[in-house]
């Protein structure tokens, strides 16, 4: 476990202690012992402080089991591969933006691709690149047609061209520096180059306000969760604009119109303080979608004054 004196989403700080797990006050036995969420009072994001280090990282993502084999923070037993087929609607939704707002040259990399499903859904024949170090669905990936990269995010080298986009679909949370892998791949976009990056938690969200440490997705493989605040702080002098935001609920297969209203009656209980459901439920706004654009910059012609001469006249 690492001990980090800065934040790892902003690089400034100080932390302040603010949420302390011990395994038993979840559901879940994550088997790693008990971990601390600090909140960084530069930018608002929280993080997990110490950090579980990139071996532990490593060992939790891949094997192969982690697939087939998980459990929801309800208890409920749930294998991930069903799971992200689930996400075919709300990935689609970010294709489609996506497919319409791509520069003219440049491939697209997915980082934490998994099977490739949404480098699948992006309705455009350039050069698609999948990042994903678990075997088995890098596996699948390459069934499906896409060039794999079977590495980590924070083992790769720049691409040989200016890439059009970057996809990190609940990814960039669980990287042991967010912060330096966004310094480096920032870089390795196109002037227009997109960046998605999806599924982050946000800290201040409803929920996790109510519900404190019975937060369904504090989780201490879930390592960093800035607020939309905090995104925009880190992200803007990078000379990256926001050109949306997506709150997935609804078209996943969390949310439906009864399960919202259900979830509402427990929020309110909850702040009666009559809730017999202690993890609180999947609602919207716990999660937030970003896709920015790296600007185009259009520096201005050196304005050449007139040379007038007596000489000439
Ligand atoms: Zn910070």
Known sequence: MRLTPVCRWCGAGPLAPTLSFTTPTKVLDFGCGPFHLHACQACGTWQLNPHPGPKASR???????????????????????????GQREEYSEYAKTITALLPENGAIMDVGAATGLMLSLIDD??????????????????????????????????????LACIIMNKTLDHLPRPDQFLAKAVNWLAPGGLLLLGGLINPSC??????????RLFHPFHQVYPTP????KVLTPYGLELVTTWRPYFQTPHGSPVKFLKTCGFIALRCLKLSPVSISKAFPGNTVTYL??????????????PVTSSLSA
């Open 59 to 85: 060992r939790f993502f891949s094997g192969p089991e982690r697939w087939f084999m998980g459990v929801d923070p309800d208890g409920k037993h749930v294998k991930p591969i069903e799971l992200l087929e």
């Open 292 to 305: 920015y654009r790296k600007r185009i910059l259009f520096r201005p012609l050196k304005v050449e004054t």
């Open 125 to 162: 024949p350039r050069a698609k690149v999948a990042v994903e170090p678990n075997a088995f669905p890098a596996t699948v990936a390459m069934r499906e047609g896409h060039m794999v990269i079977q590495d980590w995010a924070e083992a790769l080298s720049p691409p040989p061209k200016p």
């Open 206 to 215: 409803l929920t996790a306000r109510i519900y404190g440490p019975d937060f």
């Open 229 to 232: 605040a905090a995104v925009d």
